[in-house]
């Protein structure tokens, strides 16, 4: 990410002492600078860290199909800032290669192991569970960006942490997204879910799900809460990203040319959507 395109990494929690532990965030350099549009990827659970969408993938096919990288160049090749969320570190991974358990080829396999013992490593304050650390990189990095629009593009469990991020920012983010590609997401919106969050996901978002039908085949329409589901072209949950890209960006595209006209003209302004 940083050689090829350029991505600047953060360690956070940012006003941390120096003995807390850290995890990392990566954004592109115009975050901060970009008036237009700001791309948000948020991966799914597991293993992966910022910029994997698949262990497996990245080791046994390719990076294009088990990693971010043909997002950030789809999103840069449009001029979109982009942050790359890392939901799953919750301690500091900087400490294993000094823990003499460490076994680095359990990075590099894609069998569940399980350790000898538990080890203790520093937790990271902002960063105890997916939804917070979502949370914390949107108020304190992704919202001091100046862009318009808002994009989102979310894997399997990172729909959870966007349908999160909704309710908690509802005044500095709902009014600037634009539209939300869920990849096969494992997202929820039931009927006692907050109103403005139903608007938002029911008329901006589509869902990418698993299905042997052709990329984009309709399989169920939006309803007054859920989004639109579509084919992404494969049958296999961890491979719908990579599959379904070719449809996302026409689909990012459409959404926030559509809602230009009508953006909001202040940034933060609170008007549901």
């Known amino acids: 990410m940083k050689e090829q395109h350029g991505m600047q990494e953060v360690l956070i929690p940012m006003e941390a002492a120096a003995d807390e532990g850290r995890g990392n965030i990566f954004h592109s350099a115009d975050v901060l600078e970009n008036t237009d549009t700001l791309l948000l990827i948020?991966?799914?659970?597991?293993?992966?860290?910022?910029?994997?969408?698949?262990?497996?993938?990245?080791?046994?096919?390719?990076?294009?199909?088990?990693s971010i990288?043909?997002?950030?160049k789809e999103a840069h090749a449009r001029g979109w800032a982009t942050v790359v969320m890392n939901p799953n570190q919750w301690t500091d991974d900087r400490e294993l290669?000094?823990?003499?358990?460490?076994?680095a080829s359990v990075f590099l396999?894609?069998?569940?192991?399980?350790?000898?013992?538990?080890?203790?490593?520093?937790?990271?304050?902002?960063?105890?569970?997916?939804?917070?650390?979502?949370?914390?990189?949107?108020?304190?990095?992704?919202?001091?960006?100046?862009?318009?629009?808002?994009?989102?593009?979310?894997?399997?469990?990172?729909?959870?942490?966007?349908?999160s991020l909704l309710r908690h920012a509802k005044e500095s983010l709902v009014p600037r997204v634009r539209a939300i590609a869920f990849t096969d997401s494992v997202h929820f919106v039931g009927k006692h879910e907050e109103e403005h969050v139903k608007r938002v996901v029911s008329a901006r978002a589509v869902n990418y799900v698993t299905s042997d039908e052709p990329l984009d085949t309709?399989?169920?329409?939006?309803?007054?809460?859920?989004?639109?589901?579509v084919s992404a072209g494969h049958t296999k949950h961890?491979?719908?990203s990579a599959s379904a890209i070719s449809s996302v960006f026409p689909f990012l595209d459409s959404k926030r040319t559509a809602d230009t006209a009508t953006a909001p003209s202040s940034a933060t302004s609170s008007s549901d959507p």
């Open 218 to 229: 309709l399989l169920s329409e939006s309803t007054g809460a859920e989004c639109k589901r």
């Open 109 to 163: 396999s894609t069998e569940k192991r399980a350790r000898s013992k538990p080890v203790e490593r520093r937790r990271i304050r902002c960063s105890s569970n997916p939804s917070e650390h979502c949370q914390y990189v949107w108020e304190e990095i992704a919202s001091k960006s100046p862009a318009r629009d808002v994009l989102i593009v979310a894997h399997s469990a990172g729909g959870p942490c966007t349908l």
């Open 69 to 72: 990288l043909p997002y950030l």
């Open 97 to 103: 290669p000094d823990d003499p358990d460490f076994d």
């Open 42 to 66: 948020i991966q799914g659970s597991g293993a992966v860290r910022a910029g994997q969408w698949a262990r497996a993938l990245c080791i046994n096919d390719s990076l294009n199909t088990g």
């Open 238 to 240: 961890e491979h719908t």
